[in-house]
């Protein structure tokens, strides 16, 4: 088989069939358009995630030779069936009409150990929905999005996964001229707040009602016995399930300190899913206000303004669906538990690194411990403290922490050692001291160590490893995965990827084009 961007895709009738479903064919064409993938030009592999394939109970030979044509799109796998789907939605808070998958080929739903599994070519060639885009990748987002997708799932939170990475010298035209690359990306649906805003703003209620009733029979089943709270009313119980999941998410993406970078209502996921990695970046130094999108010239998705923003986009959700559900004050009832649910689920979430669990703790207490959070967090951004190495470095001190007596041992040198005002921190310690009381500290810190990662996906890791593969090395994208897998692990021979970031680390951009 040719490899030459010009040849035609062709089915490969050797390769082992997965056990194929395509529920989201079913719908009909309203919601996709059936399309072939573009050839790329001599692909290699760059990654290979063998866990995953082993998660899902997929055979070995996904990732021969042969399944190295098939997923760089040069080949079809037998009884795949290649589309892309179209929504609309907002981009930047401004309604921005029919977008779609502009770069992502939806090859099918397969059945595996961990139920149907919708698969993704992303940056295999133009679609209807390219908007004069060349509707390919570059190694460097690429190897990002690759990445990111296992980091997030090392720190358990809800996220696409991602089976492959095919490099290839095709030339791609970004900001300067970069090389190809496809991500082959796993998740039990793709389906995001824009496809349910296309047909509303179509005001095409029945395929509407179509999507929705497909999302909860195959995708989102406990809307059923939800729709109790809403008087029977199942797409009220589906927009409840998902300010729910958002809720969770969010709350999670801030306490790691996670930054999405572009949280348009087409990069949310219907499951609370974090999807589409593109401009994003954990934090080095922390500073709420910080915008890490380079194209995000308002700030609009600054870290801080997150959550603000999660609730934007399912107030568009809700405007969506609002046609289904037929009730407005029903629909901002479900809209205002966002307000409870992620306050609550992000105060837990920051107790926790402090390894305060208990589940439960009076209302004052919570509110207690939040004022602590606060002001440690206060200081940290005073200073621009390194949020992962200062989490760490806590747990640590704690772990070595018997009683709550006088904090003397050498874990806390390393703790003050982060900040130049010393008293301020101090004064902290014994307020956390005394909340700590006589809990086992040693306990306390092995809750921490387990929440609190001590490896992230810092962009100077990122780059290094998009350098390197540039030349041709991919190694360290293995060396970063095997760490991102299981990022609260100690690997005492990687101490330096764990370290604050490097000087020229700060000169780092990211846009949309990441």
């Not at 739903?109 to 908007?131: D, H, M, V």
């Not at 962009?459 to 540039?470: D, G, S, Y």
Request: one cysteine or more.
């Amino acid at each position: 088989m040719s490899s030459s961007p010009l040849a035609p895709v062709s089915h490969t009738h050797d390769l082992p069939v997965l056990d194929w479903t395509h529920r989201l064919t079913q719908l009909g064409p309203r919601f996709f358009t059936p399309l072939q993938p573009t050839p790329v030009a001599a692909p290699r592999w760059a990654a290979r995630n063998e866990a995953l394939r082993a998660e899902l109970g997929w055979p070995n030979a996904l990732f021969d030779d042969d399944h190295l044509q098939a997923f760089a799109g040069n080949a079809i796998m037998v009884g795949s069936q290649p589309l892309a789907t179209v929504y609309s939605g907002h981009q930047f808070g401004q309604w921005a009409g029919q977008l779609g998958d502009g770069r992502a080929i939806w090859l099918g739903e397969a059945a595996s150990a961990q139920g149907p599994q919708e698969i993704q070519l992303k940056g295999a060639g133009r679609t209807p929905y390219s908007r004069g885009g060349d509707g390919r990748a570059v190694l460097r987002s690429s190897i990002r999005e690759y990445l990111c997708s296992e980091a997030m799932h090392g720190l358990g939170i809800p996220t696409t996964r991602a089976l492959s990475l095919v490099a290839s010298p095709e030339p791609v035209r970004r900001e300067t001229l970069e090389t190809a690359a496809v991500v082959a990306r796993v998740a039990p649906s793709f389906l995001r707040f824009g496809h349910f805003e296309h047909f509303s703003a179509q005001g095409d209620t029945d395929s509407l009602r179509l999507l929705a009733d497909h999302a909860i029979a195959h995708h989102l089943s406990e809307c059923r016995e939800r729709a109790v709270l809403w008087q029977g009313n199942v797409y009220a119980a589906l927009l409840d399930e998902v300010q729910e999941r958002t809720a969770r998410l969010l709350a999670q993406w801030q306490g790691v300190g996670f930054c999405h970078g572009v949280m348009n209502t087409v990069t949310l996921s219907l499951l609370g899913l974090s999807i589409d990695y593109g401009p994003f970046q954990f934090w080095d130094g922390f500073d709420p206000g910080h915008i890490c999108n380079h194209s995000d010239h308002q700030g609009r998705y600054a870290y801080g303004r997150q959550p603000n923003v999660a609730y934007w986009n399912l107030y568009c959700l809700a405007q969506a669906l609002a046609p289904l559900i037929d009730d407005q004050d029903m629909t901002l009832q479900v809209l205002e538990g966002y307000k409870t649910l992620f306050p609550r689920c992000l105060g837990d979430a920051m107790r926790a690194k402090l390894g305060l669990v208990d589940a439960l703790a009076s209302e004052s207490e919570r509110e207690a411990d939040w004022t602590l959070v606060e002001d440690l967090m206060q200081l940290m951004a005073a200073e621009k403290v390194d949020f992962t190495l200062f989490w760490r470095q806590l747990s640590q001190a704690v772990v070595q922490q018997s009683t709550a007596s006088t904090l003397t041992n050498a874990g806390w040198s390393a703790v003050t050692d982060l900040v130049l005002d010393r008293p301020r921190l101090l004064k902290w310690l014994a307020r956390y001291s005394e909340r700590a009381g006589q809990n086992n500290f040693a306990a306390m810190g092995q809750q921490m160590l387990r929440t609190n990662p001590k490896f992230v996906l810092r962009n100077h890791l990122a780059e290094t490893a998009i350098r390197q593969a540039q030349a041709g090395d991919f190694s360290e994208i293995d060396t970063l995965y095997n760490l991102l897998k299981s990022p609260f692990d100690e690997h005492p021979s990687f101490e330096a990827y764990a370290d604050l970031p490097p000087d020229w680390a700060g000169q780092l951009e990211i846009s949309c084009s990441s």
